[in-house]
């Protein structure tokens, strides 16, 4: 209870639990981590469409995960997320890490079922703002052939379910679950100047001046003048240990 209380301190927004703690690891621990992660071998990234990414934990199969062992670096750093948020049920055991460009963006999409419904996302680098909306479920819409992402959806809003955005600073931690998880679309717009005044968290980006570009007295927005590095940690509930016991 009492590591809850204290995540309490760190609520952001209208919508209940989506926390971010500011400077959850430090400049030193940021770079020991991305070391880490651009030595990795080649063949451990994938390249997508708009970015390249790192899967460490397993291979997540629709019927649970295909485990392996996450490196020592990662276990140290997964471990400190589940001890300071008490918000995980077992140990964090899959990883996503994903590079982004400063012109690079992830449509609006919901984590699938096969992962407990808390997400926590560390973020290196570049700062950038990271927009929920509501789920297409919600709006009463059957005919999207994608129904995990919705392009565009950042102009849906709903009284009870209202989009927000979150500003992601280096060394931040962000965590959200329940209705966040299971009601809200989450998404990174595809371009290098990105608007922060109307994030809930906007007055913590001002302790950040030089990543900051002022355009007039109501707008202010970021710029993301270097590449981004997240690292996306979650629980796969379900882990089988021989595919063939599926």
């Excluded at 809850?4 to 301190?9: T, V």
């Excluded at 952001?12 to 880490?36: A, E, R």
């Excluded at 995960?65 to 948020?85: A, G, M, N, V, Y």
């Excluded at 900051?212 to 970021?222: G, H, L, M």
Aim: net charge negative; proline share 7%; hydrophobic share 40%.
């Amino acid at each position: 209870m009492e590591a809850i209380d204290h995540l309490n301190k760190f609520k952001v927004g209208s919508v209940p639990t989506v926390f971010y703690i500011p400077d959850f690891i430090s400049d030193s621990d940021q770079n020991l981590l991305l070391n880490h992660i651009y030595t990795a071998p080649v063949s451990k990234w994938k390249v997508l469409k708009n970015r390249r990414l790192q899967n460490w934990g397993g291979i997540v199969h629709e019927k649970g995960l295909l485990p392996q062992d996450l490196p020592p670096w990662l276990t140290k750093i997964t471990e400190k997320i589940s001890d300071e948020s008490s918000l995980f049920p077992s140990a964090i055991n899959h990883v996503l890490i994903n590079e982004y460009l400063p012109n690079q963006g992830i449509m609006p999409h919901q984590d699938g079922p096969a992962y407990f419904p808390v997400v926590a996302i560390l973020s290196l680098g570049s700062p950038v703002v990271m927009d929920f909306t509501p789920h297409f479920s919600l709006l009463g819409t059957s005919n999207i052939e994608d129904k995990d992402s919705i392009e565009g959806a950042d102009h849906v809003n709903l009284p009870n379910y209202p989009s927000f955005s979150v500003a992601l600073m280096p060394g931040s931690l962000l965590i959200f679950k329940d209705t966040a998880y299971s009601d809200y679309l989450h998404g990174i717009k595809d371009c290098e100047i990105q608007q922060y005044d109307a994030a809930v968290n906007a007055t913590e980006v001002l302790g950040h001046q030089s990543l900051i570009e002022t355009q007039d007295e109501d707008s202010k927005a970021i710029h993301r003048s270097t590449t981004r590095v997240s690292l996306t940690c979650r629980v796969v509930s379900k882990v089988h240990r021989n595919l063939f016991r599926f």
